[in-house]
């Protein structure tokens, strides 16, 4: 099977030696109320230990964890020896009852997928193979990577928002952040904890991989329509796993979260002042209800705008003087915020367009030909945004500069390679 490289700049461990033999894989299952086709992913599973062996995996286990089922699915799991069964007593999640398999697991290599039958542990010899011949920390199985997959449509759209906005937020390539079959090191738990208890472990866990540094390998893999009814709910759980993957990318990144939505901002404050100068000069002198309600919302978007892009870049130094590290960041390849002092050119030049076109506007209304005022709008709104828009860059650019002392300070002149 081909696969996807998502390697980032600081492997877990650059001593590691790609070839370096393993003891073992255990594999981690999650059972809730899955008694139609937890017999069969455990004997599938049970089924590849020659093929882990031909890939230099050694020894097999499978754990079950029962998350208090109602239903048949922990007496079946006993009907299968080979399988270790660990049972909570009330149901407390499908991140909890991979955490306590992560936690009981024996050897190096730890693989997880679900009990539904949807995903084909056959596939497991194909995933240790980055692992082991290139040193990947963590190998994806990707249902959206070319292979077949009977993914309900709903959900094929949302995986693929979902990846498209890891990609977008995390700078490096996704193309299923929700897949839940997985194997990964054990000392990978170590930068991908802590994780949360619900269906949403996966995404975060593939947000935390692709801002921590480890080696990230995707490799496609086919996918079944589940047995049985879903526990996956379209709106309240895709509400939860957007959410989760944004807060998460704002622990590591915050600037490409509201460094986009700014951006966003600021595009739709320029395309409505385009279109105002436009009318303008096309000899447009009074607003009218539209013009007005344009000129309020470009002065929001645009001011506003500029605060979040400030707002995430000051955060972005906060960000790394916590973690002690000038850790992956950035929206763009240098800083804007931060020394040197000809960075305050652009807020000083806007500061001062803003005060002289304001001038004009009320010079040309106290002069002898006595502009009315409701001729003006341009020059005073125009200055407006102006003066704000420098202001707000200077402040952002005064702040820069002081967190970027700081975290040089604090971390070593690596701190420079910060970026907002």
């Known amino acids: 099977m081909p696969t996807q490289s998502l390697t980032l700049p600081m492997p877990l461990d650059a001593t590691r030696v790609a070839t370096a033999s393993v003891d073992g894989l255990s594999i981690c299952i999650p059972v809730y109320n899955e008694e139609g086709a937890v017999s069969e992913t455990l004997v599938r599973c049970l089924a590849i230990a020659d093929q882990l062996r031909a890939a230099g995996i050694p020894r097999l286990e499978v754990i079950a964890v029962d998350d208090g089922s109602k239903d048949r699915s922990a007496e079946i799991v006993e009907q299968h020896p080979a399988v270790r069964l660990i049972r909570h007593e009330v149901n407390k999640g499908y991140g909890a009852a991979l955490k306590t398999g992560f936690a009981a697991a024996s050897y190096q290599l730890v693989a997880f997928l679900d009990a539904d039958a949807t995903y084909p542990p056959e596939a497991f010899p194909s995933l240790v193979v980055p692992v082991i011949r290139d040193g990947a920390d963590l190998v994806i199985g990707s249902r959206m990577a070319g292979a077949d997959t009977e993914m309900p449509a709903v959900r094929r759209l949302g995986n693929f928002i979902f990846a498209n906005l890891l990609t977008l937020i995390g700078r490096t390539s996704v193309t299923d952040s929700a897949s839940g079959m997985r194997v990964f090191r054990r000392e990978a738990l170590d930068v991908l904890l802590p994780l949360p208890d619900g269906l949403n472990l996966t995404p975060v866990m593939s947000t935390r991989a692709v801002h921590e540094g480890i080696k990230v390998v995707e490799v496609p893999i086919s996918y079944k329509e589940r047995v049985g009814e879903s526990k996956l709910s379209v709106t309240k759980d895709g509400i939860r796993f957007l959410r989760t993957i944004v807060e998460t990318a704002l622990a590591y990144n915050p600037v490409r979260v509201f460094g986009f939505a700014g951006l966003a901002g600021v ?154």
């Open 267 to 420: 595009g739709v404050a320029a395309c409505i002042l385009a279109g105002l100068l436009v009318a303008r000069f096309n000899g447009v002198t009074a607003l009218g209800p539209a013009g007005t309600a344009a000129v309020f919302t470009a002065l929001v978007c645009g001011v506003g705008g500029v605060n979040l892009f400030a707002l995430g870049a000051s955060f972005n130094y906060l960000v790394s003087l916590f973690y002690r590290r000038p850790i992956r960041q950035g929206l763009f390849k240098t800083p804007m915020f931060s020394a040197p002092i000809e960075r305050f050119f652009l807020p000083a030049s806007l500061l001062a367009a803003g005060i002289g076109l304001s001038v004009s506007g009320v010079s040309l209304w106290l002069s002898m030909q006595g502009w009315p005022i409701e001729r003006l709008w341009l020059y005073l709104t125009g200055g407006a945004m102006m003066m704000l828009i420098g202001l707000q860059l200077g402040m952002a650019w005064l702040m820069g500069s002081v967190l970027r002392e700081l975290s040089i300070r604090e971390i070593g002149a690596n701190g420079q390679g910060v970026q907002s």
